[in-house]
């Protein structure tokens, strides 16, 4: 057995594929797949069962996955220990984000003061951030979702009111400010479920007393923006998504009640970093609206949009 067959195997238990094992492991597929298929043949079992839609991970492979997802926590626990009796002048964080924006910004000021620290980021839902925290998986995350877990701590990157994005060819995009029912009028695109964006939404259209027939669901941020640049409706982001465009206008929404709440976030019990230490005392002058904070997850919940 080899720690590359381990780490190839946690990676598609935990992606559920062997193409975003590959991603999140920076090899290529047969790589991946290789290092699996020899650890099968090693000990004759099967940890994945293989078919048309993709893998699914078997008994034994679960009862595997939690032993290496244990495996890798205490590998990244030492690898922490280790860098914080040391300095900044090397090293690696791993992170990930719902939304590369903010995530980019808070690494390049990161970088300027520690430029020999290797960061790396992905980019995943609210949800899936969340759960690699959880599972030591990443180092932290840049997130929208709500910091509720008792095992988690997090310090508020950003707030932002959510806001309407309009055709620039819609009447109501010559407007200063839409009411909700002024909104509901127009055809409306709806985000996925799972998009915190989209549940705050649904909050204040309750709140409202107002119904909807969206004319779309859309998976992603940039399928919404796209569906609006081509005129099939109107959507609802946060106001620091918006991007500047000749085909979407931004319109602000006057009775807006919630907020979009984007938070760094890592577990509370890990041992100390210097490297996460650093990256949580970063300041993005002109991003969040107000003092930065820093919350226990256990005792506050922010809300949050993605």
């Known amino acids: 057995m080899q720690y590359a067959q381990l780490r190839a195997f946690h990676a598609v238990a935990e992606h559920g594929g062997f193409s975003k094992a590959a991603q999140a492991l920076s090899l290529t597929q047969p790589a991946v797949s290789d290092h699996v298929r020899r650890l099968e043949q090693d000990y004759g079992v099967k940890l994945f069962e293989r078919g048309p839609r ?53 690494i390049g000021a990161f970088r300027k003061q520690h430029p020999g620290i290797v960061v790396t ?116 982001i946060a106001r620091a998504e918006f991007k500047e465009s000749r085909r979407i206008r931004m319109v602000p929404l006057q009775d807006c009640q919630v907020q979009m709440t984007e938070s760094l976030t890592r577990l509370a019990e890990r041992p100390g970093s210097n490297l996460l230490d650093a990256l949580f005392a970063v300041e993005l002058a002109g991003v969040v609206e107000g003092e930065p904070e820093s919350v226990k997850a256990d005792s506050t919940r922010v809300p949050h949009s993605s």
Do not use: W
């Open 54 to 106: 993709g893998v699914a991970t078997t008994e034994l492979g679960l009862r595997l996955f939690s032993v290496t997802r244990q495996m890798l926590s205490c590998e990244r626990d030492a690898r922490q220990l280790l860098e914080s009796a040391g300095g900044l002048e090397s090293g690696s964080l791993s992170l990930v984000a719902d939304a590369p924006d903010l995530a980019v910004a808070l």
């Open 121 to 236: 980021l992905s980019v995943a839902n609210a949800a899936e951030c969340m759960q690699r925290v959880l599972s030591s998986a990443v180092d932290a995350a840049i997130t929208a979702a709500p910091q509720v877990h008792s095992r988690l701590e997090a310090r508020v990157l950003r707030r932002d009111p959510l806001v309407a994005m309009v055709p620039a060819g819609y009447a109501v995009a010559k407007k200063r400010r839409l009411s909700y029912a002024e909104l509901v009028r127009q055809p409306m695109i709806f985000r996925e479920p799972q998009s915190v964006t989209q549940q705050l939404l649904e909050i204040e259209l309750v709140r409202e007393s107002l119904q909807v027939e969206p004319v779309l669901y859309v998976d992603g941020r940039e399928a919404l923006e796209e569906a609006v640049a081509q005129g099939m409706g109107v959507g609802v």
